[in-house]
């Protein structure tokens, strides 16, 4: 019994029940010298129901390695509840698709896309809509899953404004290509994977080949952008840096009045046209320089 009281309170160290939803705002979590108080109290209930033995050196070495322990999981703890690094939400159940809708459009697009088992995938021949975030986001960070069909080409776009007929030109793309089999992407480095689309061109990608998932992962924060591929950085640009501002005046964009200025925007799932695949959508906000601290704004709940 003694044993399995001390079990516990390890345990309960390391995962404690009143841990926030991943949802909920940062003002719910704990204060931190509550934190460590609890986590305190447990050590000494421990350090006192973990007798000497006749060796009192081993006795000693117990407490040592149980206080050990618990310290080792306050500190994760107190990581995940500090604050220290923002949380991320998930944006798609795996069923329903509520946080997603047409791009101009009120509702979600079922003539161009299916959601199910856990997928959000293009319908084969359906119309070619975007597929747009309802919520807007200033300094974030976005990762998604996905799989292409050979041949096909897609992206994410990202800081959409709604307004013109297409997204791509309402916003930048970073674009998702089956790279050995895309004619386009075959023959420019514009429109290869991880590249800011017919703008930068990205570093060669560490890819899987086609119907096979990559993970995509974009960071906007400020006035500093980043695009990753299966967890290695292929481009990075600063909206108001030359080499952006030089690529847009060369470029068919120059005559779209505010390309690439706005501060915000919509995040949308390209079509393409072709079959393409996403799972595990998710995002976490960053902290504006503005301000450091704060409840992230709230997802409408899956």
Not at 38 to 59: C, E, F, M, N
Not at 71 to 91: D, H, N, R
Not at 188 to 205: C, E, M, Q
Request: net charge positive.
């Amino acid at each position: 019994a003694r044993l399995m009281f001390i079990l516990t309170g390890f345990f309960r160290c390391l995962f404690p029940m009143s841990q926030r939803p991943l949802l909920a705002p940062a003002s719910e979590t704990a204060p931190v010298s509550f934190i460590l108080m609890q986590r305190a109290a447990h050590a000494r209930a421990l350090s006192r129901l973990v007798k000497p033995t006749r060796r009192g050196d081993i006795g000693g070495m117990k407490r040592i390695c149980w206080l050990g322990l618990i310290g080792c999981a306050a500190a994760l703890t107190l990581g995940a509840q500090s604050g220290q690094e923002p949380p991320w939400q998930p944006l798609f159940d795996g069923k329903l698709p509520i946080n997603f809708r047409g791009y101009k459009m009120q509702g979600f697009p079922f003539n161009s896309w299916a959601a199910r088992a856990g997928v959000i995938s293009s319908v084969p021949g359906g119309e070619p809509r975007d597929l747009l975030i309802r919520q807007e986001f200033t300094n974030f960070e976005f990762s998604v899953e996905y799989r292409l069909a050979p041949g096909a080409s897609s992206g994410l776009i990202y800081l959409v404004q709604e307004g013109p007929s297409k997204a791509t030109q309402a916003g930048l793309k970073m674009v998702l290509a089956d790279d050995a089999g895309n004619p386009a992407a075959k023959a420019n480095p514009l429109y290869r994977s991880g590249a800011l689309y017919a703008l930068l061109p990205a570093k060669a990608a560490p890819l899987k080949p086609a119907g096979h998932w990559n993970e995509a992962r974009l960071v906007v924060n400020t006035n500093h952008v980043e695009h990753w591929l299966n967890g290695e950085k292929v481009l990075e640009f600063d909206l108001q840096g030359e080499a952006f501002s030089n690529a847009v005046e060369r470029s068919a964009f120059r005559n779209l009045p505010g390309f690439g200025e706005a501060g915000d925007g919509h995040l949308v799932l390209e079509h393409g046209g072709a079959g393409v695949w996403f799972r595990q959508p998710r995002v976490r906000w960053l902290p504006s320089p503005e301000k450091k601290d704060g409840p992230a704004p709230a997802l409408p709940a899956n």
